[in-house]
Each structure stands twice: as C-alpha cells, then as structure tokens.
C-alpha cells in the first residue's frame, strides 16, 4: 500500500468527529445552518477570539471560502493583492477571477508578503484605467509553510488600515500555524489584526469544512445570502456544525495539529542525520527537502509526495506533507528507504 506524504487530508476523519456524527445520526434538525449544533460550535470557537464580536460561518472546502467571501467582499471593480505563491494564484483554477475580480500578484519572501512589496506596489499612480486594489490576501502558513509572525501581522494590519484595505488569512492549515514552536499568534491576535479569517477544518482532521470568521461589520452584511447565491449554504449545515464543535470543544483541534507537526519534526530530523538539506526552514506539517532526481522514481513506488519545482541540474524540491493519521511506522519506511538509496549510491 501506497504511504501518504502528499497531502493532510487523505484519510477520512478523526474518530472522534466520526463517532459525533454517528451519535447524532438520527437527530432532525433545521437546515442551512440553522441548528443547535452549529451554534454550539460558532459558540465555542468565538471562546478563543476573545472580546472581539464576530459572526462565524462553515462552509465545506478552502477554494469555496476564498471565492465566496472574496466576492462578497469586492466591488465588481475592486482587485485582490497576493503573494505571487498564494494559494489563490496557483491553485485554484482562477475561481477568483472567475468572480469578476482579478488578483494582482506581489513579490513573495518565504512565500510572505512583505511591508516593502506593499510600499512599493502603493507608490505606483492609480488611475481610472485601473482596477482598485482593496483586499489583501495571506495564508498563514504559506504555500511553503512558513508563518506571519504577530509583530508582521501587526504591521500588514496597520498597513491595511491606512490604506483602506481588508486583511484576510486564508487559514487552511491554521491549527499547524498555532502549534508550530515559533509561533506567537493566538486565535484572539487573528480576531483583533483581520477583518475575516478562516480556520481550516478539511486539512486538520475534519472529514470536511472550515470556519470563516468575519470581524469587520460591513463584511458580515448579508453574507449568508453570497453563500447561498454561490451554493456555498450546506442544506444539511449541522455536518459541518458537528465537526468544528467537536474539534473545539476540548481543544481537539490543537491536538490534532499538533501530532502532525510531531510527526513532521520527526520526519525532519531523520531528514538532517541523513545530510539532507531544506529549500526551506519550516516547523509546521510541510517539508521541502531537496533530493536527487534519480531517486524520485524509485522513491514514488512506495511514497506519494509532491515534486515541488526543480532545484539545480541533478535535485529537486520535494514537498512531504504530515497530518494526524501519519504513523510513526511511515516515517521510519520513508527514512530506511532513502537510507538504503543512499547507500547503494556510495557503492556504485
């Protein structure tokens, strides 16, 4: 059987999500949301965002969210700033665009948005030729999995402020942001610096699902009616309810998170005592070693990983992925494995 190192959501869900939704199988509730379950769960996720009031609303997948709120936010001529590597840029078909609103890219450090690529970009004339910008998107963690510190997301909020922008963060993979040792953001600092925020349930052992928070009063204006317009509005909504309260309702959701970054450490450090370097310093679920061409076929007969982007002549980036169901047994196969290629390397 093939061992999953490509992506965190290849299993189905964590069994205690499972065992809600069997538990409550039978129950009938009101659709669309509607539903004691979901307001338990809006309830318990608004607990860790402090005084700050805001409306939560669950929607199924991470491109939904982006293209539904990002719609709802926008004018028809109102524009979005991202990262060059931005989820939203790369990988997901122009949904963004597909909503009448183009995506103007900015240069990425680690995959960050920086203060000086803003600066620079807001020096340039705007005329009436042009598309206004008006929201600027980030993902915390990054495409290559790294992380906004607070004093950066304080000063990209600040920015945005002045500037009369929204700040959103795409949070797929929030709960590893969270977790991660150098982090120094809380669910409270997110409520506080954005104006809307999702926190990603499909990548962080839901069976599917993330959480939007809205903060800003004038996003929150008929936002169900966006969800419904773009089939965002799940009928049977308390799936998604039952999920985000059973992860947050005994801190689960961190838990979850962090085992895939042991996991991912684990992994890590059996990387380095092999002498195998990283594109990227990172100490979330995502790794980016960087390993010889001619031992990726033989490597994929048994692992599935994704082929970043070339790194010189004879290596490529690779991308290793953990979540939750990733075992211990799968780590030392990938790390033996190598090992034994290694090996026969310096032989031949």
């Known amino acids: 059987m093939m061992i999953n190192f490509k992506i965190d959501y290849a299993d189905g869900a964590h069994p205690k999500i499972l065992e809600k939704l069997l538990t409550t199988n039978a129950d009938q509730t009101p659709g669309y949301g509607e539903d004691d379950y979901c307001q338990q769960a809006q309830a318990a996720i608004q607990s860790y965002l402090g005084s700050t009031p805001c409306e939560i609303h669950f929607l199924v997948g991470g491109t939904q969210t982006n293209l539904t709120f990002i719609s709802h936010a926008l004018k028809p001529y109102e524009a979005v700033l991202s990262a060059q590597t931005g989820h939203i840029m790369t990988n997901e078909v122009g949904s963004i665009e597909a909503t009448g609103h183009k995506i103007i890219p900015l240069p990425a450090t680690d995959g960050k948005v920086t203060l000086h690529a803003l600066h620079t970009f807001f020096k340039q004339p705007q005329t009436i030729h042009m598309v206004k910008p008006k929201l600027l998107y980030l993902s915390n963690p990054t495409e290559l999995g790294t992380l906004y510190s607070k004093q950066e997301l304080e000063e990209l909020s600040k920015f945005c402020r002045q500037h009369h922008l929204y700040l959103y963060v795409d949070g797929a993979r929030l709960g590893s942001g969270l977790v991660a040792p150098s ?18 349930g499909t990548k962080n052992g839901a069976l599917f699902g993330e959480a939007l928070v809205l903060i800003h009063p004038e996003l929150a204006q008929d936002f169900r009616l966006n969800m419904k317009q773009k089939g965002a509005l799940l009928a049977k909504g308390r799936l998604l309810g039952l999920q985000f309260l059973t992860l947050f309702q005994d801190a689960l959701f961190f838990e979850i998170a962090h085992l895939a970054n042991q996991r991912a450490n684990e992994l890590r450090q059996g990387l380095l005592h092999l002498g195998i370097s990283f594109w990227t310093s990172t100490q979330t679920n995502q790794l980016f070693p960087i390993l010889p061409n001619h031992l990726l076929p033989v490597l994929s007969e048994r692992f599935s990983f994704t082929i970043w982007e070339p790194y010189d002549e004879h290596h490529s980036v690779v991308r290793l992925v953990t979540s939750y169901a990733t075992s211990k047994d799968d780590i030392i196969q990938f790390l033996e494995t190598l090992n034994t290629l290694y090996k026969k390397d310096a032989l031949n």
């Open 183 to 200: 982090n120094t953001l809380t669910l409270e600092d997110y409520a506080r610096l954005t104006d809307a925020f999702y926190i990603g």
